[in-house]
């Protein structure tokens, strides 16, 4: 015979949160053992967090603290903070939060904090069981916890967060630098992003700067919007003619990028001095990437300038 599982209503099985469930699992701590792998020991109820207490702390077996905090409602925001003050406040590196109904956007949080911060934080879902006529039973069920793949994607935003902020500083820098020998950036902002740029006088032609980890560029970008496939290929192709004329006065070769199978073209020079990485070059390669731009535009805006557009 096979029975079958009822839901028992919490408050028909711990009636009070805090001297009944907090309760219970001090008792029966390897409830939350089994459920989540651990080898929890020594619950300690109410203990002191400042002005607060936490409902249970526990120790693993390298004695290493881990915070409990029980609720037999909805989580609510109130609960979520208390956690994280617990954590910080006893020192610990793990924090349990039980609750009756987690909300999806507590899902979502107790997600980015184990992808964000160096603690380790479990979500549980509590329900009451019983099988025919049996006493009831907890049914703990682990909704979220901290994974392997959670770090790195950690990892990953921190340094896509790092990235956007040393660009910003990077293109404040080089902008600044520019203004002193060109006006062509001179109304551009510092963006976020891998390239900044600015018209050559022509719509769908501009002048970018590029950066990356360990490079730079600086090139003549030609896009002249949906449906321009051919005429960018035939401007690159117009200035192409005079590419022994425009190397001359740039002062060395150019890559010379039609993108064959792709809308736009590109006119560009690799600047190998360093990168939005390599802090400690950036005058240098701001220096470059500034010197090279200004030579660009000379040598193709008489060229830019006969197009017929």
């Known amino acids: 015979?096979?029975?079958?599982?009822?839901?028992?209503?919490?408050?028909?099985?711990?009636?009070?949160?805090?001297?009944?469930?907090?309760k219970w699992l001090q008792d029966n701590i390897?409830?939350?053992?089994?459920?989540?792998?651990?080898?929890?020991?020594?619950?300690?109820?109410?203990q002191s967090a400042g002005d607060f207490n936490v409902d249970l702390v526990a120790e693993e077996e390298d004695g290493s603290l881990v915070v409990i905090e029980n609720q037999l409602e909805k989580s609510d925001h109130a609960h979520l903070g208390k956690l994280i003050t617990y954590?910080?406040?006893?020192?610990?590196?793990?924090?349990?939060?039980?609750?009756?109904?987690?909300r999806p956007e507590h899902v979502a949080a107790i997600t980015w904090l184990n992808e964000s911060s160096s603690a380790a934080f479990y979500l549980l879902k509590i329900e009451g069981i019983r099988i025919n006529d049996s006493a009831p039973a907890p049914l703990l069920t682990l909704i979220v916890g901290p994974s392997e793949e959670g770090r790195?994607?950690?990892?990953?935003?921190?340094?896509?967060a790092e990235r956007y902020d040393l660009r910003e500083k990077f293109w404040a820098g080089l902008l600044a630098r520019a203004k002193e020998s060109t006006?062509?950036?001179a109304n551009i902002s510092p963006g976020r992003y891998s390239w900044v740029g600015a018209g050559s006088g022509k719509r769908g032609l501009g002048f970018n700067y590029g950066i990356r980890k360990h490079e730079g560029a600086v090139e003549l970008y030609i896009d002249r919007g949906k449906d321009a496939d051919e005429e960018n290929k035939a401007i690159f192709d117009s200035l192409a003619q005079s590419r022994e004329a425009i190397e001359g006065d740039f002062g060395g070769p150019l890559e010379w990028q039609r993108l064959e199978g792709?809308?736009?073209?590109?006119i560009r020079k690799i600047i190998n001095a360093g990168g939005y990485r390599d802090g400690a070059k950036w005058d240098d390669v701001q220096r470059a990437m500034a010197d090279a731009m200004v030579r660009l535009e000379k040598a193709l805006k008489p060229h830019i300038a006969k197009l017929q557009l």
């Open 183 to 185: 006006k062509l950036h």
């Open 30 to 46: 390897d409830v939350l053992n089994d459920a989540l792998e651990m080898s929890l020991s020594n619950a300690e109820r109410e």
């Open 87 to 102: 954590l910080t406040a006893i020192g610990a590196k793990k924090a349990i939060w039980i609750v009756a109904q987690p």
């Open 152 to 160: 790195e994607v950690g990892e990953a935003k921190k340094e896509l």
């Open 1 to 22: 015979m096979i029975g079958k599982i009822q839901r028992v209503p919490l408050r028909e099985v711990w009636k009070h949160e805090a001297l009944d469930l907090t």
């Open 262 to 266: 792709k809308r736009a073209c590109r």
